[in-house]
T-cell receptor
């Protein structure tokens, strides 16, 4: 049972444009969501998070949107840069902190110059 | 800040031998550490959660006698793969959460294990 789903295995975006990565979840008990960026043979790097009491969180070029009624979140990167090319994982947990994370399958983002 | 290291970064071992992987939080004290494994082109799957000074909690389907986890201090957790077999070949990643923050999980760089 895949509780966190990233339905797009890959995404290709022109440099300077907006990248939008999507994530859906099924467990209504999740109330904390995170995005991680991962390069091959490296551990994931934390990007941005959002708790269920918010519908938007912004940090520089990265913005995460949460639609609780649709059980959907998205990560917007604008403007996209070549260094953003990586695999992006969304993750969810029941509470912030020590609870385990459930990861999506990941989306490979490629930024074309 | 929030740096997690792993050692070794890669290891090759023969079937039947044991391998120990270390996970350290370098600049914060980690009350909880997590161990994941990732197969090629797949997601990260949680194997176990370890809290300092107590027994690890294993996810369903993970053999606790095969994957021994020790969290002896607030900065170190170890994963020992015992009697390794080729199917144990994978990318093992640890993460940590701080006693007083950071409250997001910060990941180590991972360890590539190849069992021949």
């Amino acid at each position: 049972d895949q509780q966190v789903k990233q339905n797009s295995p890959s995404l290709s975006v022109q440099e300077g444009r907006i990248s939008i990565l999507n994530c859906d979840y099924t467990n209504s008990m999740f109330d904390y969501f995170l995005w991680y960026k991962k390069y091959p043979a490296e551990g994931p790097t934390f990007l941005i998070s959002i708790s269920s009491i918010k519908d938007k969180n912004e940090d520089g070029r990265f913005t995460v949107f949460l639609n609780k009624s649709a059980k959907h979140l998205s990560l917007h990167i604008v403007p996209s840069q070549p260094g953003d090319s990586a695999v992006y994982f969304c993750a969810a947990s029941r509470i912030q902190g020590a609870q385990k994370l459930v990861f999506g399958q990941g989306t490979r983002l490629t930024i074309n110059p | 800040g929030a740096v997690v290291s792993q050692h070794p970064s890669w290891v090759i071992c023969k079937s039947g031998t044991s391998v120990k992987i270390e996970c350290r939080s370098l600049d914060f004290q980690a009350t909880t550490m997590f161990w994941y494994r990732q197969f090629p082109k797949q997601s990260l799957m949680l194997m176990a959660t370890s809290n300092e000074g107590s027994k690890a909690t294993y996810e369903q389907g993970v053999e606790k006698d095969k994957f021994l986890i020790n969290h002896a201090s607030l900065t170190l957790s170890t994963l020992t793969v015992t009697s390794a077999h080729p199917e144990d070949s994978s990318f093992y990643i640890c993460s940590a959460i701080g006693l007083a923050g950071p409250y997001e999980q910060y990941f180590g760089p991972g360890t590539r294990l190849t069992v021949t």
